[in-house]
């Protein structure tokens, strides 16, 4: 079992972070009122699958605990077997039509076969046609009693507003480093895989503030002895702060030839512009924090900022991958 599957949350404090989400869900659950349509939103790797799937355990469970599922009934059971045929997961990119909203609102009309009630899971609910949304609105108002939808998304602003409207919204936040990095720790004592705080919180900073990055990461080194520094930097495609900080050094001096060269080497050694551009960003993001009580050193930093932000576009449209990078460092 992979370790985003053995670690997922059974219980809604074990969710980490999203607060307020856990709790609205939670007293719904406990007041036998939960909302009969869940709309959740958020980058990839933040929570929303897991989320959706602990709710449908719970809105199911014969014995709930303070709104957690108790994981011993016959639905818990069924659910942890991957038996729960109550529990219907669909991927909206490959049922994107009219036919398959039909196909789905005609099935739900048939009672639970052995649950209490039918949970439909609609991942990357945007990719749905109008048609489909248009089909899927009057269900969504008034869901049949022993029906449940949550909708999951990661582009909120292509959900038609009708949807929207008939919906619970559920906003995921990203996670941040010291979260990550958290979590990592607990799953790596637990697996005995021998990694350095350093290292976590490099992986936490690389998986950009998505759990399941973070997790996916840390499960290559998995039985490992030893975690070397520079194979993590390669896997994460980092580009080493020390090579930034040089890199950086340069640009302040006006040493043009020399960042040329910094540069030209991080591309030879494999990492591509595009990357390239997104470490520096990161690396003035951090710099700019570190130097807000600083006044007198935020002005380069801006300016970098300034100049280098726009290079992420044209390296999507200039036939020389690396010409925007150089182009910004003169």
Known sequence: MNLAAKFRPQ??????????LKEILRHGLISNRPPKVLL??????VGKTTAARLFARAVNCENLQNGDPCGECNFCKSFAENRAVDLIEIDAASHTGVDNVREIIEKMRFAPVAAKNKIYIVDEVHMLSRGAFNALLKTLEEPPAHVFFILATTELQKIPATIQSRCQIFLFRKFTIEQISDRLRQISAAEKIPISDLQLAKIARGAAGGMRDAISILEKFRGAEK?????LSDILQIVDESILSEFWEKLRARE???AVEIAEKIFADGFSPQLFWRNFLEFLRQKLRANLNSPANL???SRAIEVFSPVGENLKICPVDDLPILAAIA
């Open 40 to 45: 959740f939103c958020g980058t990839r790797g």
């Open 227 to 231: 975690i070397d520094d520079e194979i």
């Open 299 to 301: 002005p380069e930093i």
């Open 256 to 258: 043009i030839s020399a």
């Open 11 to 20: 219980k809604f404090d074990e969710i980490v972070g999203q607060n307020s």
